[in-house]
């Protein structure tokens, strides 16, 4: 069995262009919806809801290394429910950067073989040996290894601040005509622990930041992919933006302060412009934005760490660490899908 | 002028349809018999590599154990890389059902095809297996696709779904994908009673299989030159036919290219045609030997392969390739020397076989060459490819060796010869031997080749019969569900048989190789019967006190341990061997204890299987009486006459194909042979007419080519058995010890060999039969014409 | 009489039908005596040598040599014929190419069971004592020739048939030859027909017959 064919059946269906980038704008007759007057309730929503068609346990963390260079890393758990009520196929995605290299890896499992999964008390999200876990039923101290044969890390994340809800109480729409998800994320993690490259350890700080995200049908049919970006600002703000590319395209941004206050945007307040782009695995990608939120006086260049973070998984796309620089100086993520 | 050039050329076969017909048949045959041989391995290999790739272990190391999905579990969660394979035959099913994990089943696979989600769910869920066309799936099972790059006989399903087909919670065994890191956590730290178990090294069935698939290749260009012979005959005989016409058509105007030309275009169009019927022939023959071959790969080396062909575009594609290299062989030559020769140049028969003098030197000093090179390659060459390489010079050696021995024979005849008409008939076989020698080394090379396979055969039942005697001393062979039945049977058969023999066995590493280590208990079935290559003094007696260890020759062979050596036995120790024991048909290494030290070394082996020592009269109603009071499992009891029939079965089905292409080899050889005389016969009429105007009848001088004939074939038989027996040799004592490591003893069998060259000159009766005839019933006036021509 | 022929007929099929090569054709021929056959290409001189050697049989009419009619006789027969009592020398030699020139030479003779006699001696005569090793295609036309009538000699025939006999060979090397040919004719008893274009061959034998689109004249042509 080739698991490649396997996943682009599970991921990208013969009509994937049709269908927003990854399938994530199939139909979703059989799966439930997302409810906007339901509250998020923790610890049950940090485990899996399999009513759902996907769902993901999403990590990032732009780090400082004891060489004084930047790194990045990214760990992300997918859960994909084929069929209303039917089984439940996980994969699991790593990315190791660092200035002048890029180490992405790949899993794929089945939760009824043991394989993979994800527990409420104490939460653990695993697949093999790759996993993301805590002591108890919270999220805020988690420890997180995963590696390939090239490279890979033991993390410890301390979260020093409250978990923020997206949009209108983690109710975040993602198109005009209403696709939305949960979604809600804690940004607050101070990050400690080992990468382990290919040129051997290195101990490593810096800010990490997890998102929680669950829908049935993300994308409008025409959405082709997005850019999303999660920022640490020196002042202590966090700042998550994307835009989902479309016929028309459909933007967001959550401006959090320091103490968690939660103030999302919606459309024309959030300006997101390439600024230059880089040729990666033979696609142009735009590694170098100029983002603005007027409302909040920002206004700053993000360029990447590593213009060639290219995840080079079954669906790629690019997601690496990347830097501010403008009014809020700052560290952060770009993750950039869809790109042909 | 093209067109009026081409169809004079074409004329000519108009006129001598016979010509075209041999042209034609010779090439298709020689094609057919080519793609079919190709048509089969191509077909046999693609099965295994789809077995071995569904199955994921023809190289990977495993682990095996008493293994569930949790198991799984926790190695994967402990990092590694090992994926599940649950392997199993349901009961009243003929298909074997294997269970695997998509999303950790090795990528190199054979590939169901799930790239709809609505079948990558049903797979997941158990609503859909995969097995091949034609695998007999039964009812019971969910929605069955059929994809013809499954193995045959197998039935693939999520490995969920494969534990409730077969109704079980365990799993076979993990295979370990290459991916794993060195820094893992210990598996006897994760799974205290799993093992880790390496692949055989070369990978028996490989091994095994190549050795088949590299004697059906051998047959396969054997029989191409074989009609290659045909084809280089016919054309050569056009070319010589036409060289009249040719010589007019330049004088015509018609420029030596363009003349080549048309006929390059002619040689072409030969081989469009003849590649074509030999495809359809070869198909047709591969579509109806290849169940044979299928039976004889599963039968004998536990390999699945359909019996449906596929149309691979390889091998009707190197049917073409073969038809026009060897038309261009042929014709090239021909076309070389249309280039070259003058064009007033007269036939001169004799001149032309007196050339052939240096020919004939060169032919002998190359044939000595290669048979010195064949035995040197048997003496120092080691493999299995040192084998072939022997077979291959010896059989190449002897062919060109054959018309310099004839030559010099024939020779001897004419001078000995008293009367006018011998020694005319002595020297004019010899002057004939240019024409007919490359048909009559293809007949040599059919005889040797059924000598030799006839021999290796002969050997391998003489020797395979008397083994399964010996080995299948018991009379009845029964096993027990578990133990509790077995002490029960044990009650049951107390008193009424003469012996019950417990027959014990555990899967083990020898000397580092997965093998079988059996305890058997010390009894005078084995001391009378069991068949020892080689023992220490007082064997039985030693081995009864516990000591040492027998072992099969496979073993002895591969570990270069005999008697007297000490080997390392895995779960029983190193013990020294105490004798060597002939183990047919069995590709891994074995080993034999007593019961009592079977039992000291491997624990927990319960004694569920039994040989009977009952009068062989007594068997019927014995088994009767068992399977009435006993629940036993399929194949619980088996007697020895079935158990023998069996495997003579097996052993039958392993030489069918080897005989059919055996035979089919042999007519193509009496067809070039057949074409040769025919063609020669028509040319010898000038040389003919005026033996008959100095007073010999027709009919005498049709006597003397039918007899021309069989002294050649007489000859030409004479040498082949020799030749066929150091190829039986070269099979048994090489290739045999290479591909199954067991050698077998040669057995001469001189009334085959003498029944096969009553064959071979009956072949050449019937292949000189035509032109005798036509000879006999030639009318005068036709004879005459030689004359008349002359004007 | 060694040869008598009567009232022979001989046609051949052909594309347009039957074809008439001899009508009538008669005359006798005794031991000792030479008979040159002349007449112009396609006038059946060839058929009848054919049908006088028993390679064919007429379509009617006798042929008896020494009073055995060969039509009358079975292939068996016509083949004993042929090797006992004919010799036919044929135009293109037709010699055995397997066979070196003292076996060609001794050939026919010991096919008719006889002792070919003095082969060296002929062989010398002929001028072919340096050639007896060797085989026809390396010998010339000439050559060839003298081994062809050489062959017919050795075997004693009662009534040799040559057809073009020296067309191969130069003035004198002929001439010598057809001396050679009456003389063994003479000493032998036996008869002699010569199919030649030659009148200055024709001259030197006994008798002549004319053959003109198949039938027969004697003497000189017209």
């Known amino acids: 069995m080739n698991a490649r064919i396997l996943l682009l059946a599970l991921f990208l269906p013969v009509a994937a262009l049709a269908q927003g980038f990854a399938g994530l704008g199939q139909e979703t007759e059989g799966f439930t919806l997302p409810d906007p007057d339901r509250d998020l309730t923790f610890p049950v929503d940090h485990g899996a809801h399999p009513d759902f068609r996907t769902e993901w346990w999403y990590v990032t963390a732009a780090l400082t290394g004891a060489d004084g260079r930047d790194y990045g890393v990214q760990w992300t758990l997918f859960r994909s429910s084929l069929a209303p009520g039917g089984p439940q196929v996980w994969m699991a995605h790593l990315g190791v950067t660092t200035p002048d290299a890029h180490v992405s890896g790949e899993r794929l499992g089945h939760d009824e073989t043991g394989q993979a999964g994800v527990s409420v008390a104490p939460f653990e999200a695993w697949l093999d040996d790759w996993h993301l876990v805590s002591d108890d039923d919270g999220i805020g101290d988690l420890r997180l290894e995963a590696r390939t044969a090239e490279a890979g890390y033991e993390l410890t994340l301390r979260a020093e601040g409250p978990i923020v809800l997206h949009g209108e109480n983690g109710y975040s729409v993602k198109s005009a005509s209403g696709q939305a998800s949960r979604y809600y994320s804690q940004p607050f993690y101070t990050v400690t622990g080992t990468l382990h490259l290919p040129s051997g350890p290195v101990e490593v700080t810096g800010q990490g930041w997890l998102d929680r995200e669950w829908s049935s049908q993300f994308l409008e049919a025409d959405q082709a992919g997005w850019d999303w970006f999660s920022l640490h600002f020196e002042d202590g703000a966090r700042l998550m933006a994307f835009v989902l590319r479309g016929d028309e395209p459909f933007r967001y941004a959550s401006w959090i302060a320091p103490d968690g206050t939660t103030t999302p945007y919606y459309g024309n307040a959030l300006s997101a412009e390439p600024m230059g782009v880089a040729e990666v695995e033979g696609r142009d990608v735009p590694v170098r934005w100029r983002l603005r939120l007027p409302q909040r006086g920002l206004d700053v260049t993000v360029a990447a760490v590593n213009a060639q973070s290219w995840q080079d998984t079954l669906f790629p796309y690019w997601e690496g660490p990347v830097r501010a620089e403008g009014s809020h100086p700052g560290r952060g993520y770009l993750e950039m899908t869809g790109y042909e | 002028m093209n067109r009026a050039a081409l169809g004079a050329l074409l004329a000519h076969w108009r006129r001598h349809p016979l010509q075209l017909l041999t042209l034609v048949v010779g090439l298709a045959l020689a094609t057919g018999l080519w793609t079919g041989v190709q048509a089969i391995n191509a077909q046999a290999r693609l099965d295994y590599a789809e077995a071995a790739a569904t199955l994921g272990q023809d190289d990977l190391p495993r682990i095996e154990g008493d293994l569930t999905l949790a198991d799984f579990a926790t190695l994967r969660r402990a990092g590694w890389p090992v994926t599940p394979v649950l392997d199993g035959t349901p009961l009243g099913m003929r298909a074997r059902v294997l269970g695997i994990d998509p999303f950790t089943a090795p990528q190199n696979g054979a590939t169901p095809d799930l790239t709809d989600t609505a079948d990558l769910t049903a797979f997941l869920d158990g609503r859909l297996v995969f097995a091949a066309e034609g695998t007999a799936v039964p009812e019971t099972l969910p929605e069955v696709r059929r994809l013809p790059d499954i193995a045959p006989g197998l039935v693939v399903a999520d490995i969920l779904a494969a534990q409730a087909i077969l109704g079980t919670e365990q799993i076979d065994r993990m295979l370990i994908l290459p991916e794993a890191r060195d820094d893992l956590p210990p598996l006897a730290d994760l799974l205290p009673g799993a093992r880790r178990v390496e692949p055989e090294a070369g990978g028996e069935i490989g091994r095994l299989t190549d050795s088949f698939h590299l004697n059906l290749t051998a047959f396969g260009l054997l029989a191409f030159a074989v009609g290659l012979f045909i084809v280089h005959a016919a054309i050569g005989l056009a070319f010589e036919q036409r060289r009249p016409l040719f010589r007019t058509l330049r004088a015509l105007g018609l420029p030596a290219s363009r003349l080549t030309l048309l006929l390059a275009a002619e040689l072409v169009a030969f081989t469009l045609i003849g590649g074509a019927l030999g495809i359809v022939l ?21 390999a699945s392969v359909a019996g449906g062909l596929t149309l691979a575009p390889t091998w009707w594609l190197s049917g073409f390739a ?49 048979l010195a090179a064949a035995v040197l390659v048997a003496v120092f060459g080691t493999g299995l490819v040192a084998g072939f390489v022997c077979l291959g010079a010896l059989l190449l050696g002897a062919a060109l060796l054959l018309p310099p021995i004839l030559s010099a024979v024939l020779a001897l005849g004419a001078r000995r010869a008293k009367g006018a008409l011998t020694q005319w008939l002595w020297a004019d076989t010899q002057q004939q031997l240019p024409g007919l020698s490359l048909a009559l080394m293809a007949l040599l090379l059919a005889l040797a080749a059924n000598v030799g396979v006839g021999t290796m055969v002969g050997s391998f039942r003489a020797t395979f019969t008397g083994w399964l005697d010996q080995r299948l001393a018991a009379e009845l062979y029964v096993r027990a569900t578990d133990e509790a039945q077995a002490t029960e049977l044990r009650a049951f058969l107390d008193g009424r048989v003469d012996a019950i023999l417990p027959i014990v066995g ?64 895995g779960a029983g120790e190193r013990r020294e061997v105490l004798g060597v024991y002939s183990d047919y048909g069995n590709p891994r290494g074995q080993a034999i204890l007593t019961l009592d030290a079977f039992h000291a070394a491997v624990p927990d082996v319960p004694e569920t299987r039994f040989a009977l020592r009952v009068a062989p009269a007594e068997v019927p109603a014995l088994a009767e009486a068992i399977s009435a009071r006993f629940d036993l499992p399929a194949e619980g009891l088996v007697d020895q006459a079935s158990l023998k029939g069996f495997s003579l079965d097996i052993f039958e089905q392993t030489f069918a194909v080897t005989a059919a292409l055996n035979v089919l080899t042999l007519l193509v050889a009496g067809f070039a042979l057949w074409a040769s005389l025919t063609t020669l016969g028509t040319m010898r009429l000038p040389q003919v007419a005026p033996v008959w105007a100095l007073g010999l009848t027709r009919r005498g001088l049709a006597l003397a080519d039918l007899a021309r004939a069989l002294i050649l074939a007489a000859f030409t038989a004479v040498l082949a058995i020799p030749t066929g027996v150091a190829l039986a040799w070269v099979l048994l004592a090489v290739v045999n010890v290479q591909a199954f490591g067991w050698r077998l003893p040669l057995l001469a069998d001189p009334g085959g060999w003498a029944v096969l060259s009553l064959w071979a000159v009956v072949a050449a009766a019937l292949a000189a039969a ?19 021509h002359e004007r | 009489m060694l040869l008598r022929t009567r009232n022979v007929d001989k046609s051949y099929e052909t594309a347009g039908g039957r074809q008439p090569v001899l009508s009538d054709v008669s005359f006798d021929l005794a031991a000792g005596e030479t008979l040159a056959l002349t007449g112009e290409s396609g006038s059946g001189k060839s058929t009848l040598l054919h049908l006088l050697a028993g390679l064919d049989t007429p379509d009617r009419g006798t042929i008896e040599v020494e009073g055995t009619d060969i039509a009358a006789q079975d292939d068996a027969g016509r083949a004993r014929l042929r090797r006992g009592t004919v010799g036919l020398i044929f135009q293109q030699f037709n010699l055995i190419p397997s066979l070196d020139v003292r076996n060609n030479l001794t050939f026919h003779a010991r096919l008719a069971g006889r002792d070919p006699g003095d082969v060296d001696a002929l062989a010398g005569r002929l001028g072919l004592s340096d050639h007896l090793r060797r085989y026809p295609e390396q010998l010339s036309g000439g050559q060839q020739q003298r081994v062809a009538i050489g062959r017919t000699l050795l075997a004693s025939p009662r009534l040799v048939l040559a057809d073009e006999p020296t067309g191969n060979l130069d003035e004198a090397t002929g001439d010598a030859m057809i001396a050679l040919m009456r003389e063994m004719v003479r000493e032998t008893g036996a008869a002699l027909l010569m199919v030649t274009h030659s009148a200055r061959l024709a001259a030197q034998l006994d008798r002549r017959l004319h053959l003109r689109a198949g039938r027969l004249a004697e003497g000189a042509p017209a």
């Open chain 2, 322 to 370: 073969m038809a026009g290299i060897g038309l261009a062989v042929a014709g090239g030559q021909s076309l070389w020397q249309l280039a070259r020769l003058p064009v007033l140049a007269p036939a001169m028969p004799r001149a032309w076989a007196r050339a052939r003098l240096g020919t004939l030197y060169r032919q002998g000093v190359g044939g000595l060459v290669l």
């Open chain 2, 506 to 569: 555990t899967e083990t590493s020898l000397e580092g190789a997965p093998g079988d280590l059996y305890g058997q208990p010390d009894h005078s079935t084995f001391r009378e019967n069991w068949p020892l290559l080689d023992s220490v003094p007082e064997v039985w007696d030693r081995l009864a006190t516990g000591e040492g260890a027998l072992i099969n020759e496979q073993l002895a062979r591969r570990t270069g341990n005999w008697s007297g050596a000490e080997v390392d036995l």
């Open chain 2, 770 to 788: 035509l032109p005798v005839w036509r000879l006999w019933r030639m009318p005068p006036a036709q004879l005459v014409q030689v004359f008349a």
């Open chain 2, 282 to 302: 070869g198909y047709g023959m591969a579509a109806l030997l290849l169940p044979n071959v299928a039976a004889t790969l599963s039968g004998l080396y536990g």
